[in-house]
């Protein structure tokens, strides 16, 4: 029988778990997320994680900026920030309006409050195997939930569809840390379905609804999926669940899967940024 990870008890325990630890200490962690342009996804996101974050006891504060806010001064927002004491953790909703250079945005948030571990001080931490202050979200829920679901990518052979500086790259490198053997494939890969038809876990972070289907499935695989994707049926991922459901031995929803394991990873990079700095004190 298919087993459905459920990303979404995951997270609701995870979740409980910090609330619990948070109602225990003085001073709570406080979350700042910057919120430019009026991305109407981003802005349903950035409302998510406020309620969760709320929920647990933490404050979280929205920074909205214009769209037409030059570099210059979103920098300078984000440096009164840095050196704030009662900011425990920033976060940059993507994507930016784009005559701002993400990256440069980014990398100006200190690594110790940098809660999406997108900075390239966590980045190259992560890459090279050592503890960054935070690591990417995403890659951090799917890691927990086959972790959850005693999924041990150990040996296993495991595609990551998808190259993205927030999903498929920082996830390659943590599978590989985690001892599977890594297919890194993107738009410019030929035979994807075959390859991907060999491996043991089918990841697949694209953005294109439903374009995975049972040929590019290995009967009993693990397949992941990280894909929301908007469209007139409403909200859908990557993989195309009807067709794979009884080829695969396990596969996570959408919504339902990825999605709400992503806001726990961020809630839990917040507070362990908070203890760290905490402990910097003492
Ligand atoms: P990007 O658009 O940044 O990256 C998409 C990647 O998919 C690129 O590497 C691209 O290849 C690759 N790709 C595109 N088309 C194909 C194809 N036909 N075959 C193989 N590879 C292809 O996307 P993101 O990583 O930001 O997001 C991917 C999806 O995941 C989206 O649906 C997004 O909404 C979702 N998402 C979900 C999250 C969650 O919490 N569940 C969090 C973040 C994202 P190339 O590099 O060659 O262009």
């Given amino acids: 029988m298919t087993v459905i990870m459920d990303g979404k008890l995951l997270s609701e325990i995870i979740i409980n778990q910090l609330k619990i630890k948070t109602g225990k200490l003085e001073k709570k962690p406080h979350l700042v997320v910057f919120l430019a342009g009026n991305n109407s996804a981003s802005r349903i996101y950035v409302n998510n994680k406020k309620k969760k974050a709320e929920y647990i006891g933490f404050t979280l504060s929205v920074v909205e900026l214009p769209s037409d806010i030059s570099e210059k001064d979103f920098l300078e927002q984000i440096y009164i920030m840095n050196d704030d004491s009662n900011i425990n953790a920033m976060l940059i909703q993507l994507p930016l309006p784009n005559n701002l250079n993400s990256q440069k945005i980014i990398e100006s948030v200190d690594p110790i409050k940098d809660a999406d571990g997108f900075t390239s001080y966590n980045f190259g931490w992560m890459a090279l195997g050592y503890n960054p202050y935070a690591v990417p979200c995403t890659p951090k829920g799917i890691i927990r939930l086959l972790d959850e679901y005693k999924v041990n990518p ?42 991907a038809s060999s491996q043991d876990i089918v990841i697949s972070a694209i953005g294109i609804p439903n374009f995975i289907n049972s040929k590019f499935i290995k009967k009993g695989a693990v397949v992941i999926d990280v894909g929301i994707n908007r469209t007139e049926k409403g909200i859908t991922g990557d993989v195309d669940f009807n067709d794979v459901k009884d080829k695969v031995s396990m596969i996570t929803p959408v919504p339902g899967g990825v999605g709400p394991m992503t806001i726990a990873m961020l809630l839990e990079n917040t507070f362990e940024l908070f203890q760290i700095q905490q402990n910097f004190v003492l």
């Fill in 154 to 195: 150990e040996g296993k052979n495991v595609i990551v569809i998808g190259r993205s500086n927030i999903v498929g790259k920082p996830l390659s490198l943590m599978l590989q840390q985690r001892n599977a053997t890594v297919t890194m494939a993107h738009s410019k890969t030929e035979n994807l379905a075959e390859i």
